[in-house]
T-cell receptor
């Protein structure tokens, strides 16, 4: 069992829909990252958070440390949001190392 | 554009070839990383360099040889690879490796195919 689990693995939505991607982890962490990977392979960091909630444009990330759970929300989704969204955690005991989930493939249809 | 540039973007090599992947960042970061992403698997950390010194080697086979001549450049030298080494190789950099709030910036990756 992976230390970082994401759900769903694949998600297809219609343009305009509200999207939620979930991440659960089983270890103590110092920070959690949400990353976006486009088809070409490059990865962009969306959020880094250790508590509460962050918002950037149409993206919102929340984390519940007690429940070891984080969610990434996309409001008013658009086809350009189509990408793989990856959750990664920095474990308390692992220094710089990030432990990654397998990613959620999001496809937003026009 | 994240400020981390990888070349080449695509590479096809035979098992007897020697090639190198290059990563460059001008973000003023001190730490650089190599990650491997195989199909349908999470990213795996390969190497970490901090101030040009290797601080982590995640049990990577010796056919992968990293080099960090300065804080801005990182290479991954490849020789006698196997077809199962075909993957996306991603470079990342960060300001430091300590602490919880160090954000990593990733390159576009090199798609490697070993034939």
């Amino acid at each position: 069992k992976n230390e970082v689990e994401q759900s769903p693995q694949n998600l297809t939505a219609q343009e305009g829909e509200f999207i939620t991607i979930n991440c659960s982890y089983s270890v103590g962490i110092s920070a959690l990252h949400w990353l976006q990977q486009h088809p070409g392979g490059g990865i962009v960091s969306l959020f880094m958070l250790s508590s509460g909630k962050k918002k950037h444009g149409r993206l919102i990330a929340t984390i519940n440390i007690q429940e070891k759970h984080s969610s990434l929300h996309i409001t008013a989704s658009h086809p350009r949001d189509s990408a793989v969204y990856i959750c990664a955690v920095k474990k308390e005991t692992s220094g710089s190392r990030l432990t990654f989930g397998e990613g959620t493939q999001l496809t937003v249809n026009p | 554009e994240t400020g981390v540039t990888q070349t080449p973007r695509h590479l096809v090599m035979g098992m007897t070839n020697k090639k190198s992947l290059k990563c460059e960042q001008h973000l003023g970061h001190n730490a650089m990383y190599w990650y491997k992403q195989s199909a349908k698997k999470p990213l795996e950390l390969m190497f970490v360099y901090n101030f040009k010194e290797q601080t982590e080697n995640n049990s990577v086979p010796s056919r992968f040889s990293p080099e960090c001549p300065n804080s801005s450049h990182l290479f991954l030298h490849l020789h006698t690879l196997q077809p199962e080494d075909s993957a996306l190789y991603l470079c990342a950099s960060s300001q430091g490796i300590q602490g919880a709030h160090t954000e990593a910036f990733f390159g576009q990756g090199t798609r490697l195919t070993v034939v």
